[in-house]
């Protein structure tokens, strides 16, 4: 990479450009989880990535588990606490490094409350960067504050949207996975409003419904979740609704995959309404048990409660389309925006009229063939992986050239 005055780096589109392949390195600063949405996402995008013929270079701190995959991964050790903090430490000697050595076209981050340092180094190395939001990060972090104390202390202080206003003062793009999510951004950041574009977050069609996939047309008792066991999914909603459900359905089964800081109320709660015996926890599983589970499942529940819409684009939906399971989810704008005529929906926290969806939904093996098939149709032309992949490309591609023409 050509050297410039004062040490820097520029990726200012060398003569090779054409003839070689695009260059990206990839940063999270959350170790991969292949339980978690954020693991999938991750790996997802880099495979593909690699498979459209980009040298991808993985960056992220070590989890316990191995990532080993047929492009560049460096596993960072570090300390388990404050992992962002410590990523970002070493980014600042790594990086640079990095960029000078591997003439680097572009550096693509999955954004976090914590995470400016790598748009700060790319500025100063004039490296383009693309920034990935996949939700309202300082938000979600004041969220899960354990008391409303400490969630009005941090939402006072703000510390994390000032590190995402550096963080989006940096990127030349910044790519959100739902409108909602964008006009969010434009909102709150309105000097990188003219930055924000929307890719949604795809599915690996494929893996999720093999030939011959039939979700939908056997006899429906068993109603299933896959993802984490938190407030904002809405899964108490579909606890009380549970025994309306039984009562038109008696041999109806809910079953819950995932882990959360909701797992134990839900239990109690199940228990308090005499239905423990028919729901099931059986805890986080590695996403490529997923398919398989999902393909036990008659209908799919993605019941988000009301204060999330339009803010996430749902890989749970998306799965269970893929897998040929119908779904009931809560009418929220980023559902309707998303799968409109594909699933099924209610309003959100209500149990009644949920109740009344999943136990019609069950008997009802007619209609459940006809989502079923309209969700597989739909995310096999809209949501593959392979293209979402693309169109990320395609922004981290403007970026490059925007930043060649200066």
């Not at 949405?37 to 997802?44: D, K, M, N, R, T």
């Not at 430490?89 to 680097?104: D, H, K, M, N, Q």
Request: with cysteine; glycine share 10%.
């Amino acid at each position: 990479m050509p050297q410039t005055t004062a040490g820097e780096y520029r990726a200012t589109a060398p003569a090779d450009a054409a003839a070689r392949p695009l260059r990206v390195v990839y940063l999270s600063d959350s170790p991969v989880r292949t339980d978690g949405a954020a693991g999938v996402h991750v790996l997802a995008t880099t495979r593909h990535m690699h498979r459209q013929g980009v040298e991808v270079v993985l960056v992220v701190p070590r989890g316990e588990e191995a990532v080993e995959e047929p492009f560049e991964v460096r596993q960072l050790a570090l300390p388990g606490a404050v992992t962002s903090f410590f990523y970002q430490a070493a980014l600042l000697a790594r990086l640079p490094r990095l960029l000078r050595a591997g003439r680097v076209d572009a550096v693509y981050a999955r954004q976090s409350a914590y995470l400016f340092v790598p748009g700060l180094l790319c500025r100063a190395m004039r490296v383009p960067f693309v920034t990935e939001v996949n939700g309202t990060n300082h938000e979600e972090v004041a969220g899960s504050a354990r008391s409303a104390l400490a969630r009005a202390l941090w939402r006072a202080a703000n510390p994390g949207a000032v590190l995402e206003r550096i963080s989006y003062g940096c990127a030349a793009r910044i790519v959100t996975v739902t409108p909602g999510l964008a006009g969010y951004l434009r909102g709150k950041f309105p000097s990188a409003a003219d930055k924000v574009v929307v890719v949604p977050n795809g599915v690996d069609v494929g893996t999720f419904c093999a030939e011959g996939c039939t979700g939908g047309s056997r006899p429906g008792a068993r109603v299933g979740y896959v993802g984490g066991l938190t407030a904002w999914q809405g899964l108490e909603f579909v606890v009380r609704a549970w025994p309306a459900v039984r009562d038109e359905v008696p041999d109806a089964e809910l079953v819950l995959v995932g882990g959360g800081e909701q797992e134990q109320e839900l239990r109690r709660l199940a228990a308090d309404l005499g239905v423990d015996a028919s729901v099931r926890f059986v805890g986080p599983r590695p996403h490529e048990e997923v398919p398989e589970l999902l393909r036990s499942f008659d209908v799919g529940v993605a019941y988000y409660v009301r204060d999330r819409s339009g803010l996430h684009s749902s890989f749970k939906v998306l799965e269970y389309l893929a897998a040929g399971v119908p779904v009931v989810a809560s009418d929220n704008e980023d559902v309707l925006d998303a799968f409109g005529g594909a699933v099924a929906t209610v309003p959100a926290e209500d149990s009644e009229a949920l109740a009344v969806e999943l136990a019609g939904l069950l008997l009802d093996a007619g209609r459940r063939g006809e989502l079923a098939a309209r969700g597989r149709e739909l995310v096999r032309e809209a949501y593959s992986w392979e293209a979402c992949t693309r169109r990320v490309l395609a922004e981290v591609r403007t970026a490059l050239g925007a930043r060649a023409r200066r």
